[in-house]
């Protein structure tokens, strides 16, 4: 894969490399340079978005417990203490090139429920429109035991899945993935490519790690090269310690490059079409095939008839007059709203609904045609 085709990046960071374990203070000369990388890959009119770790580690010093694992409520009121810190910082280097940053929080309900998920994914893609970066955290404050990611690794690889991006980037204090563990086994081999998830290169990651400044391990980076791979992006997975890590990586840095086999647009369609129940029926006239066909959108203009109860961002199929399916999508509108703007002009919406939302009833991005 050539570093420099993939046009929408998501680079994720690691806790120890923006966070001082011992003292418990944010490293601002490293975040300055990553902000300058960033910067340059604007300049070269690639899309950035960042999945930050560090908001625990920069708050657990305003937290009186003395144990190096803190328990849940301390971790949420730590995360709450150090996430306004660390945004602040991101603004401010960010700012230093007029360039412009907005804090996104996810847990992974919101990935997991349709709604959240296309409010996160639309709200990302209208900041990258805007040419603002957005910084994602997992939002560890309102997060359960049960239902947290556990390492933003996951996170970044499920966000990159989220918004079709090309290269997730996972900067960490290793260089990569070895044949076993380097820091115990002086035989270790670093592995360059990786081009399939299979039993061995599990084996490689051995058990998963705690620290007190990060979660994880390898474990989770291998879970987050699944997740990615199989949402056509590729991973790289490299060192952070240094300054400038992106462009050290453009320069040949080491690390481990995790190939998907398939195209982002691609996964995206065959999850759409197979993944997700159908939740309902959008009748349409001949006009609005021809338009799918051609690979546009469904306007509410080419609807004649909607069966069924839905919600934002439900699967529902895309029928002819003769009841023939042609495909399906993730509906922007309730079903209420889909029958009361079928058949109208996408400029009247707001008119008759009251707000105004998109003009697509079902953005070509959403939609598989058979």
Known sequence: MDFNKAKRLVIKIGSSLIVDQEKGTLKEGWLKSLADDIVYLKKKGKEVVIVTSGSVALGRKNIKSKKKELKLEEKQAAAACGQTELVRYYQKFLNNHNTYAAQILLTVFDTENRRNYLNAQNTIETLLENGIVP???????????????GDNDR??????????????????????????????????????KVEGISDDVEHMAGEALSTGVGSGGMVTKIEAAKIATLGGCHMILASGKEHNPIK?????????????????HNARKRWISSSLKISGEIIVDDGAIRALKNGKSLLPAGVIDVKGKFERGDTVAIKDCRLKEIGSGLIAYSSED???????QSQEIEHITGFSGRNELIHSNDLVII
Do not use: C, W
């Open 135 to 149: 910084i994602i955290n997992e939002n560890d404050t309102v997060a359960t035991q049960e239902l947290r990611f």
């Open 155 to 192: 996170l970044a690889a499920r966000v990159s899945q989220m918004i079709s991006a090309d290269l997730l980037i996972l900067l960490s204090d290793v260089d990569g993935l070895y044949t076993s563990n380097p820091k115990l086994d002086s035989l270790a081999m670093h592995i360059d």
């Open 248 to 264: 050290k990586l453009e320069q040949g840095a080491k690390h481990t490059l995790f190939l998907s086999s398939e195209t982002p």
């Open 338 to 344: 889909a029958k009361l703007i079928m058949g109208h």
